[in-house]
Every structure is written in C-alpha cells, then in structure tokens.
C-alpha cells in the first residue's frame, strides 16, 4: 500500500481497518500513458455476445465501422470474427449488420 499523504494531525476520519485512505485510493478514469486502453478487457463485463457467421459474411465492413470498441477483427481484408477481451456486447455491429445472419446477439457473454 502507498504512503499515507495524510498530514500528520489531519482532521479526516482514519478508514476502517485494512483499507486505504481516500488519498492512498489510485486516480480512476486517467490514460497514463498512450495506447493503454487496450489494457481494459471492456469484455468482461459483457452480458450478451455477437456470433459472426463467416458463411454468410460479405465483409463489407459495415459492423468495423460501426464497432465503439475496435473489437471486430479484420484479416487480409475479411472479417472473421470478434475481439472476445474487448467487445462489450453493445450490440451495434449486428443492429447495422445489411446481410441476415451474418452477425447475430446471443444471450451470455461468455463464448
Ligand atoms: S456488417 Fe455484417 S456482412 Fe458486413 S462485415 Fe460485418 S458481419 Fe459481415
Ligand atoms: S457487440 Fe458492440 S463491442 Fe462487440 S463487436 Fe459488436 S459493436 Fe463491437
């Protein structure tokens, strides 16, 4: 646990036993550094999933643009599937989808 920043006679009421002060609480929300948001598994607390269906798939690239998270994968041009630690389960990528059954939602976020 970090040093306490807590001035010495502070009128600030000591936390519970075991957990941090307020000030020992790391800053939330920060990108500290560039290209860090890949670090955030936005995946796992996902609670329904997109199923790709590549027979069907035009690759038209429509879910790719439309996709908050970069999570649809793209390879030699084609679409062939979903980055399962960051696609959110949003939803978006099959609600844009122009061909049926190409992109689907299933309930559950696990794969
Ligand atoms: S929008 Fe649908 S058809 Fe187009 S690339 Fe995505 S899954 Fe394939
Ligand atoms: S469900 Fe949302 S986050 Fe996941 S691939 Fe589709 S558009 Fe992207």
Redesign the pocket.
Known sequence: MAESKLAAGSKIAAPPRGLPAWLEIPLGGILVEPGNAVEYR?GSW?T???IHDPARCTSCMI?WL???????VVREQKVVG??KD?????????RECPVKGA?N?AEGGAY
């Not at 439309?66 to 649809?72: M, R, S």
């Not at 960051?86 to 099959?94: P, Q, R």
Request: aromatic share 4%.
């Open positions: 936005t996902r329904r999933r997109p879910c439309y996709c908050p998270d970069d999570a649809i979903v980055d960051h696609c959110k389960g949003c939803g978006i990528c099959a992109m939602m």
